[in-house]
C-alpha cells in the first residue's frame, strides 16, 4: 500500500485559521496586535522570495509585519544598530533575519544581538540552551513544524528509533532535541556517516534535512517508516526534497510531499511563535 500523505499545506492552513481566531480575540479583548520585524541584507533571490511568503502569512493572519530591506553593503555595525532599534520597538514582538546574510557578516554575532524574548526564529543561544534543557522556548520554525507534523498522525514516538540526516543547528540539531523529549531513541547522521543508508534503514522516524535532490532512495526506507523529507533544492524549475518521493512513496507508511510539506508548516510556526511573543 502506498505511504499516507502528510499535507503540510492544509495542516498549515488550518493552524493559520486557528491564529487568526486567536489574533482576533486578543485584538478585541484590547491587547496589542503582535508585531513581526523581518530584516534582509542583499538581493538573494530565495531569501526575498521566503521574506515575502512569510510578510504575506502575517496579512492574512492579522500579524502587524514590517520589513527592513538592507543592502549587502552596510556593515555589521549598521545591522546592529537596526536590531537593536527593533528590539526596544514595543510595536515589535518578534524579530527575524533571514539567513544566509552575505558574506562578510558574522551569523552568529548577529543572533546573538537579538533580544531572546522577540528571537521567533529560536535561534539564540539562550533559546537553544532552553531547548536543550527541556525548558519553555521559541522552538525553531522548521523543527517545531516537524514535530506537528508527527503529532497530527498520532504516532507515539516513545521507544521508536528516529533517524535524523543533518546535524545544522537549524534544523537537525534541534529536531533531534525534540524527538529525543518525546522519549524516541535518536541517531544524528551527517556527511561524515558512514553507512547513510544501513542507518536510515533502522528508522521508524526518518527526518531528512541535508539539501541534496532525492538522496534518500526506496531501499534506505524501512517498510512503513514515518518519513519527513525537509529538503528544498531547485532541479530545473522543478522544487524536489531530499526523498526520491515517486519510489519512497511505495515503501514508507507516511510520507511529506516537497512542496507542501515542511515548507508552509514553518512559516505557521514562525506565525505561532510571533504571537506566543506578543502574549
Ligand atoms: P545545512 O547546509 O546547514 O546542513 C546540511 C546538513 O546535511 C549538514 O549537517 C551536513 O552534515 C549534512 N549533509 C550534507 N551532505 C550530506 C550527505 N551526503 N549525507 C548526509 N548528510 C549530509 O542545511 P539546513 O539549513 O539544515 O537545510 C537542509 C535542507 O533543508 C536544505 O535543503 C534547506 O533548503 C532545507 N530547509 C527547508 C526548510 C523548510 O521550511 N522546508 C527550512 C530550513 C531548511
Redesign the pocket.
Known sequence: MPARIIDGKLLAKQIRDDLAQKIKAMVNAGNQQPGLAVVLVGDNPASQLYVSMKQKACAEVGIYSEEHRLPASISQEELLAVIERLNKDPKIHGILVQLPLPEGFDEQVVINHIKPEKDVDGFHPINIGKLQTGQKTFVPC?PA?VMKMLDSIGIDLTGKKAVV????N???KPVAQLLLQRNATVTI?????NN?AEECRQADVLVV????PE?VKADWVKPGAVVID????KVGSKTVG?VAFDEVKEVAGWLTPVPG???P??IAMLLTNTVAAAN
Open positions: 522548521t513544524g540526516v543533518g546535524r545544522s537549524i534544523v537537525g547522521c551527517h556527511s561524515k556517516t547513510l534535512a541535508v539539501g541534496h538522496l525537509v529538503g528544498i533544492s531530499d510539506g515542511v515548507g508548516m514553518t
